[in-house]
Structure formats: C-alpha cells, structure tokens
Nanobody, 124 residues
Framework: QVQLVESGGGLVQAGGSLRLSCAGS????????MGWFRQAPGKEREFVAA??????RHADSVKGRFTISRDNAKNAVYLQMNSLKFEDTAIYYC???????????????????WGQGTQVTVSS
C-alpha cells in the first residue's frame, strides 16, 4: 500500500518559518517527481513547488521564501517555508507521480499519490 504522510504543520506568526516533511512508503519515489500543493478555505488546490531530476520549480507566490528539497535515501520530500505570510494559511498536501515525467509537474492531475494534508496557520 503506497502512502505519503506529511508532518511539520502548525501555528506560526507572520514572518516565521516552518519545515514540512513528507515520507513515502510502499514504493520508491526517488526517480519520480514529487510536489507540494495547498488549499485554503473556499479556494481551489494550488501548486506550491515540485522537484524532479534534481530541478526545483516554485510558484511565483512563494518564490524566494519557500524551498523544496528531497532525500531519496529516506524516500522523502521537504518544504522549507520562511517569511510566512497570513495568506500562506492552508492545508498543505504532498504529492508524487507513479511514472516518469520530463519536467516538474505543476497540475494536480499530473500526480498519482497524495498525502492526507497538514494544516499550516499563519497568524497576522
């Protein structure tokens, strides 16, 4: 059974930092794209960051503040979030592809596996 489990969410003041982790199990994701999405109340799920073939891609809204990374030995992906803003408040989801991709996927329908989400709340 393939699982992605996120951790590291919580409540933080604006300007603060959090590091999200996502651990995969049931299969190896080292050769496949992994990403982070988020969904705020009343809004659609949106792309945050992706990593594939060692190349990272970040949404314009988080560029310069968030950094995606991965540890293939641990089958894990991370999201370092700095200079957090109130508008970063959302449930953050980890995602992984089950097949090879040539680039860093930014659409939710390009991913095959999803975690359950972790809440990030930024107080202003």
């Amino acid at each position: 059974q393939v699982q992605l489990v996120e951790s590291g969410g919580g409540l933080v003041q604006a300007g603060g930092s959090l590091r999200l982790s996502c651990a995969g199990s049931g299969r190896t994701f080292s050769s496949y794209a992994m990403g982070w999405f988020r969904q705020a109340p009343g809004k659609e799920r949106e792309f945050v960051a992706a990593i594939n073939w060692g190349i990272m891609r970040h949404a314009d809204s988080v560029k310069g503040r968030f950094t995606i990374s991965r540890d293939n030995a641990k089958n894990a992906v991370y999201l370092q979030m700095n200079s957090l803003k109130f508008e970063d408040t959302a449930i953050y989801y980890c995602a992984a592809r089950g097949t090879l991709a040539a680039r860093q996927p930014i659409r939710a329908d390009e991913y095959d596996y999803w975690g359950q989400g972790t809440q990030v709340t930024v107080s202003s």
